[in-house]
């Protein structure tokens, strides 16, 4: 069982930036996913990142705003996010797909508890 463990959520003013780590357990590489969820709403994909690294997805709405990195030789995810917005407001989760390479948004296998992210106008 792959342990997820998300950190780096917090408060933060309009405009402002944030990064959220992700620490998957073990030494296996997976695609590594951010999913975001409101209350009342379905969580959604945020971006991916392949494996290797190479390959990022995003959705649309955070283009430009949002960057996926990861290290793979400490098995950690980042999640730079700039120019926050309210409705940014979410918990954000972080998510490890154990069936493809590629940071792709689709169901993912292993989730991490959450870290919430609360921007302020």
């Known amino acids: 069982q792959v342990q997820v463990v998300e950190s780096g959520g917090g408060l933060v003013q309009a405009g402002g930036s944030l990064r959220l780590s992700c620490a998957a357990s073990?030494?296996?590489?997976?695609?590594m996913g951010w999913f975001r969820q409101t209350p009342g709403k379905e969580r959604e994909f945020v971006a991916g990142?392949?494996?290797?690294?190479?390959?990022?997805n995003y959705t649309d709405s955070v283009k430009g705003r949002v960057t996926i990195s990861r290290e793979n030789a400490k098995n950690l995810v980042y999640l730079q996010m700039n120019s926050l917005k309210p409705e940014t407001t979410a918990a954000y989760y972080c998510?490890?797909?154990?069936?493809?390479?590629?940071?792709?948004?689709?169901?993912?296998?292993?989730w991490g508890q959450g870290t919430q992210v609360t921007v302020y106008s």
């Open positions: 998510a490890a797909d154990d069936k493809t390479a590629y940071g792709l948004p689709r169901k993912y296998d292993y």
């Open positions: 073990g030494r296996t590489l997976y695609a």
């Open positions: 990142i392949s494996r290797s690294g190479v390959v990022n």
